[in-house]
């Protein structure tokens, strides 16, 4: 069955800094990847998506994610923060096969500090 | 372009009341469609989904219910409320086995 892993519950940069959110998946095969962001009281908007092809995958707001199957991770980075990106932010997995369901991590909040 | 509406944006009811939910989605035909609750603090949790009219598939045994009425009309009802079912609930729509996409919520509080 499919999993997601967000360890980090809550981070907390300066603006301007780098960050990097974390998320690990489980699952039999290559999955497709997914990142959300979710402003308070606000749905779900996506960020990106992997389904195959280049590993590094660029999406909206400057944010860019890495597949890594060895580590069954897929990373969300943003080189430079702004205040605008402090939200939560979710990982999600499907399987490639069967239901279209996806599979959400618990979601880290960030927190961007002035 | 696509959009999906979801009505009401926020409700309190009390205890017992029966629920309605409604999301409607514009500019594509035969989505698939999907109900999730975000309870406070956690993340996203699969209720209904369904790939066409009249379609339910339910992934938690509850005292919800779905129906789908019409290709881009996807509801989530109750008959009676549990105070646990005080929760964010968002409907979403893909294409077949694309991503999806979400709606902005509603905000249930039960007394």
């Known amino acids: 069955a499919q999993s997601v892993t967000q360890p980090d519950i809550h981070i907390t940069v300066s603006e301007g800094a780098s960050l990097e959110l974390r998320c690990n998946y489980s699952?039999?095969?290559?999955?497709?990847l997914f990142w959300y962001v979710q402003s308070p009281g606000q749905g779900l908007q996506l960020l990106l998506k992997?389904?195959?092809?280049?590993?590094l995958v660029q999406g909206i707001k400057g944010f860019e994610a890495e597949f890594k199957r060895s580590q069954s991770s897929f990373n969300l980075r943003k080189p430079s923060v702004h205040w605008s990106d402090a939200a939560e932010y979710f990982c999600a997995v499907r399987g490639r096969t069967g239901a279209n369901n996806l599979f959400f991590g618990t979601g880290t909040r960030l927190t961007v500090i002035p | 372009s696509q959009t999906i509406h979801q009505w009401p944006a926020t409700l309190v009811q009390p205890v017992g009341s029966p629920l309605s939910l409604e999301c409607t989605v514009e500019?594509?035909?035969?989505?698939?469609l999907y109900w999730y609750r975000q309870a406070a603090g956690r993340g996203l949790q699969l209720l209904f989904y369904s790939v066409g009219i009249g379609q339910i598939s339910s992934e938690v045994p509850q005292n919800l219910s779905a129906s789908r009425p019409q290709d881009r009309q996807f509801i989530l009802s109750s008959k009676k409320l549990l105070l646990s079912d005080s929760g964010f609930y968002l409907c979403?729509?893909?294409?077949?086995?694309?991503?999806?996409?979400f709606g902005p919520g509603t905000r249930l509080t039960v007394t």
């Open positions: 500019g594509t035909s035969n989505p698939n």
């Open positions: 699952y039999g095969a290559t999955p497709y």
């Open positions: 992997y389904f195959s092809g280049d590993t």
């Open positions: 979403a729509w893909s294409r077949a086995s694309y991503e999806q996409y």
